[in-house]
């Protein structure tokens, strides 16, 4: 539609995705909606960044003579200015950015009132080469148009596209070289603890949760001759609530030895399923588990794997 408009179509997804994260602030998707959605997006990324580059690599051939050709005509007759041109612009995008990230930096540093501590010119320099992309660049290059309105060719159309490969490429070949360099041996600062607000929001959850529980209790065994098996359920689903929400209420000292107790529960909750895994696996093997039961089963330990290592 932003594209029939005459608007910028990426500003459009740009938008788009905008909506939709207000949107899920609401939380009206299903669990097994978002479970499958992000898989979904995953597997279109992936293919939408191989499609890129299988059509710039299906293009090369033409591009590159288009851009020796429009060298020629600016008066430099050798094709190796192509390559000044990459690297001038790669220099360029390299000073910008570090100078980004450096502004950055003490523009935080400014709002946490830390002006005393400067960040390690080491630090900045790994994460200018870090943020190095190619695959938005290419989108956005791509859709430059093969000709203009009165049917002439788009001018210097096939150069702005071998420029905008040669940055990508020499980009991430020098991030290659420079960050293993950059990285080794760096302490990096501390950075501001979360776990107060972490710990907030997960109480907040819990009590909400025990709220709930109590008045889907009552509601389900209202006149019911087995109340006390409503009763007995509900306060095993509590007992988890009441421990989380102990966890995270005592001192600093007790609060670390509570997420300590939650770790290596999760560590022995992951062994578990795996355990369950294999075993299902085997009684497959052996014919002695029908494969629709087992894809149920496996599904469900996925799921539970999923949520104790995430």
């Given amino acids: 539609m932003a594209e029939r408009l005459h608007c910028s179509g990426i500003l459009a997804a740009v938008a788009a995705g905008l909506t939709m994260g207000f949107v899920e602030g609401g939380g009206q998707a299903l669990a ?20 890129i580059f299988v059509l710039l690599g299906e293009q090369l051939p033409m591009i590159i003579s288009g851009a020796s050709e ?10 190796s200015w192509l390559i000044t041109y990459v690297l001038a612009i790669t220099i360029g995008l390299a000073a910008l950015r570090f100078a980004w990230v450096w502004v950055s930096f003490h523009l935080t540093l400014f709002r946490q009132k830390e002006r005393q501590s400067t960040p390690n010119w080491r630090i900045v320099g790994a994460m200018s080469f870090a943020g190095v992309r190619g ?3 290419l989108a956005g290059v791509l859709t430059l ?16 596209i071998f420029l905008a490969m ?13 960050l293993p360099w950059l990285l080794s041996g760096l302490q990096m600062p501390a950075e501001p603890s979360h776990q107060a607000e972490e710990d907030t929001a997960r109480i907040r959850a819990a009590q909400a949760a025990i709220a709930e529980i109590e008045r889907v209790q009552h509601d389900l065994a209202e006149g019911r001759g087995d109340a006390d098996l409503y009763v007995e359920v509900a306060s095993k689903i509590m007992s988890s609530y009441r421990q989380r929400i102990e966890n995270r209420q005592g001192n600093a000292e007790d609060n670390a030895s509570g997420r300590r107790s939650e770790r290596i529960e999760r ?15 085997n009684m497959v093997r052996s014919h002695m588990l029908g494969s629709e039961l087992a894809k149920k089963m496996i599904r469900e330990l996925d799921l539970l794997e999923t949520r104790y290592a995430g």
């Fill in 135 to 137: 695959a938005i660049t």
């Fill in 32 to 51: 097994i909606t978002r479970i499958r959605r992000s898989t979904v997006w995953d597997v279109i990324q992936f293919a939408a960044n191989g499609i």
């Fill in 70 to 79: 429009t060298v020629r005509q600016t008066g430099h007759h050798h094709p």
């Fill in 267 to 281: 560590d022995m909750r992951l062994a578990a399923l795996k355990a369950e895994r294999a075993e299902v696996f």
């Fill in 145 to 160: 148009p093969l000709t203009m309105p009165d049917g002439a060719p788009f001018p210097a159309r096939d150069l702005a």
């Fill in 166 to 178: 040669g940055v990508i490429i020499t980009s991430l070949v020098a991030a290659s070289i420079a």
